[in-house]
């Protein structure tokens, strides 16, 4: 994160590192700082001399050699190089060998050490092994920037800000429940906003019903369904929502995993108000966005403490029994839910 933070002050103060490593899950955030950077550096009416994309696997020395070249009609040149494969470590790597043949990476580590003032250059890696010499070389004299999925409360945030740039507003109720239904990639979440500003065209507002009727049904939001179901003691819903997650082919590990976690925050919800702590606090204290500190309330009210205790005890012998091979994650969960129910 203070990488992040680093980067975003380079940008804003126009005074950018030489070489730059973007990792991490979020597609989304690489692709928009890799643009930022691009902007400061290549002029539209240059950009054919000016910026070199280099993608898969590549010798070190076309790297090297395209860093070399100098820029033309301009101060500085942008070289981006995409999922070349440098940053995974082989058997006997990142450690010297002892052999006097220098491989291309160790030729490339050192020539990132002296890489030319006009040249600025950024790696674009899925995999990284930190361990890597390049790695450390590029922290040394660079930045090294891990872009992963940003938490649920700066996404609302930030879903609220989009929307505001298209001259939409949602509250934050809204916004939460929109970041909960969907997976946290920001390009997926963008689509779905996308979608709402089409389908409210004419309408400055947008409401959980429009998010409702357009945005796509995930594992998550059908987890809340269950769980809610399961709080309530409808257990023939609870199983019948189980079905049509099996017909959709949703790993049943993952569900079964995503009924714990809801498990364990409903419970810590309880102790906490059972604690005298207001539910707008306890929420906060466990980093809930709206939406899902509504639904956790909720449930809460319906489950007792004693319940959700043995509960999650019950789900470590599940566990236990699914890992020996006794029985199937979805079994596990049958049994959890007809556990809860017979309250």
């Known amino acids: 994160i203070m990488s992040l933070d680093t980067l975003k002050k380079q940008i804003k103060e126009k005074k950018l590192s030489n070489i ?17 950077i691009r902007k400061l550096i290549v002029d539209q009416t240059n950009e054919e001399f000016n910026l070199i994309t280099i993608e898969g696997k590549t010798d070190t020395e076309a790297i090297i050699s395209n860093c070399e070249t100098l820029p033309m009609f301009s101060d500085k040149k942008l070289v981006i190089a995409k999922n070349t494969g440098l940053f995974k470590s082989k058997k006997g790597e990142g450690t010297d060998t002892g052999t006097s043949k220098k491989s291309g990476k160790d030729r490339l580590t050192e020539y990132l050490e002296s890489i030319p003032d006009y040249t600025c250059l950024i790696f674009i890696e899925s995999e990284v092994d930190k361990r890597v010499k390049l790695v450390n070389t590029i922290k040394k004299h660079g930045l090294v920037v891990e872009m992963d999925y940003q938490k649920p409360a700066d996404l609302v945030k930030w879903v609220i800000k989009v929307f505001k740039s298209y001259n939409k507003i949602v509250d934050q109720m809204t916004a939460s429940y929109i970041v909960e239904n969907s997976e946290y990639s920001m390009t997926e979440l963008l689509n779905e906003i996308e979608k709402l500003v089409n389908y409210a065209e004419g309408r400055s507002e947008i409401s959980i019903r429009d998010v409702e009727k357009v945005c796509n049904k995930t594992i998550k939001s059908r987890i809340f369904d269950l769980t809610d179901a399961i709080s309530e003691g409808n257990n023939s819903k609870a199983l019948s929502l189980l079905n049509d997650m099996a017909a959709l082919r949703e790993p049943m590990q993952k569900v079964l995993f995503m009924i714990v976690r809801q498990i364990r925050l409903i419970y810590r919800i309880k102790l906490l108000k059972n604690q005298g702590v207001r539910e707008e606090t306890a929420a906060k204290e466990l980093g809930l966005t709206p ?40 079994i596990a969960i049958e049994l959890l839910i007809a556990s809860i129910g017979s309250r």
């Open 20 to 36: 730059y490593l973007f990792t991490g899950a979020e597609e989304y955030l690489i692709k928009y700082y890799t643009n930022a």
């Open 291 to 330: 939406y899902v500190a509504s639904k956790i309330m909720n449930a809460s009210r319906n489950l007792d403490v004693n319940v959700l205790e043995k509960a999650m005890y019950y789900s470590l012998e599940l566990d236990e029994s699914i890992k020996t091979g006794k029985i199937s994650d979805r």
